[in-house]
T-cell receptor, first 114, second 110 residues
């Protein structure tokens, strides 16, 4: 089983609909992230959370919100989806105690907004 | 802001050839990570570098942390078809922030 699990893996939704992407991790890490991947643009940070009570905006947070329901769960919401939010979304985790500074990714969630 | 340039953007090579890609930045970093993304999957860590000048190998992969701490390269020797994917450099700034390069898309022709 994957250490970082994202659901759904694929979703097609209509413009204006609310959509939630969920992420859960079994690594026991305190830090969780949501990234967006677009062709030619690499990975861009949407939101990050250092612990349950600490949530911060990344570089492209407009149009998104997050919830850290527990240490192991971090969900991303699009309140009113628009077509330019069509992308591949990744949840990731890291451990503040890890001197190796490694970040671990989920398998991704493909979202298409039509 | 921090500028990170990864090149080349894409490569088409013959099986057995060596591959080289690099990342350069205007900023200094303490850690350089290299990730590979297989089609339809999330990025997976290949190599981590923690000291300027460090040269680290992982099988057919070799990566170096530039002496100025502003760059890093990744080499793949004797490429095979399963090397296909997107390779990302990801320097770590020492706070929360990982900066990802735009990726090098590698295709290996058998």
């Amino acid at each position: 089983d994957a250490d970082v699990t994202q659901t759904p893996r694929n979703r097609i939704t209509k413009t204006g609909k609310r959509i939630m992407l969920e992420c859960s991790q079994t690594k026991g890490h305190d830090r969780m992230y949501w990234y967006r991947q677009d062709p030619g643009l690499g990975l861009r940070l949407i939101y990050y959370s250092f612990d349950v009570k600490d949530i911060n905006k990344g570089e492209i947070s407009d149009g998104y919100s997050v919830s850290r329901q527990a240490q192991a769960k971090f969900s991303l919401s699009l309140e009113s989806a628009i077509p330019n939010q069509t992308a591949l979304y990744f949840c990731a985790t890291s451990d503040s105690w890890d001197s190796g500074n490694t970040i671990y990714f989920g398998e991704g969630s493909w979202l298409t907004v039509v | 802001g921090q500028q990170l340039n990864q090149s080349p953007q894409s490569m088409f090579i013959q099986e057995g050839e060596d591959v080289s890609m690099n990342c350069t930045s205007s900023s200094i970093f303490n850690t350089w990570l290299w990730y590979k993304q297989d089609p339809g999957e999330g990025p997976v860590l290949l190599i981590a570098l923690y000291k300027a000048g460090e040269l680290t190998s992982n099988g057919r992969l070799t990566a170096q942390f530039g002496i100025t701490r502003k760059d890093s390269f990744l080499n793949i020797s004797a490429s095979i078809p399963s090397d296909v994917g997107i390779y990302f450099c990801a320097p770590f700034t020492g706070t929360y922030k990982y900066i990802f390069g735009t990726g090098t898309r590698l295709k290996v022709l058998a």
